[in-house]
């Protein structure tokens, strides 16, 4: 499975980005996907994870109403669009992808990162 994410970049506080991830994967079957972030200094943390089918999705509490997570299965594509940003934000967005593989292992795969800082 390879996972590739784009789109991230310095942006001033109050402006948008939107991330892409964009999944390859051959036997392996991708259920949930999520971004998840690594400030410096801090853990990474999960910021917004989508269902297979899209059908729900869960956000950080502190992301609520500025973030919005979406996939296009038939792209094979996650989205994440982050608007009204602010400084605290600036981190590593990673992606990753849950799945399993033909014979039913179950584990999940991480992007290579994408950077976002906002400046004040």
């Known amino acids: 499975v390879q996972l590739v994410e784009s789109g991230g970049g310095l942006v001033q506080a109050g402006g948008s980005l939107r991330l892409s991830c964009a999944a390859s994967a051959s036997n392996f079957i991708i259920t949930t996907m999520g971004w998840h972030r690594q400030a410096p200094g801090k853990q990474r943390e999960l910021v917004a994870d989508?269902?297979?089918?899209?059908?729900?999705?869960n956000y950080a509490d502190s992301v609520k109403g500025r973030f919005t997570i979406s996939r296009d299965n038939g792209k094979n594509t996650m989205y994440l669009q982050m608007s009204s940003l602010k400084p605290e934000v600036t981190a590593v967005y990673y992606c990753?992808?849950?799945?399993?593989?033909?014979?039913?292992?179950?584990?999940?795969?991480w992007g290579q990162g994408t950077q976002v800082t906002v400046s004040s």
């Open positions: 989508i269902s297979s089918g899209a059908s729900s999705a």
């Open positions: 990753n992808a849950m799945g399993r593989d033909m014979s039913g292992y179950q584990t999940d795969y």
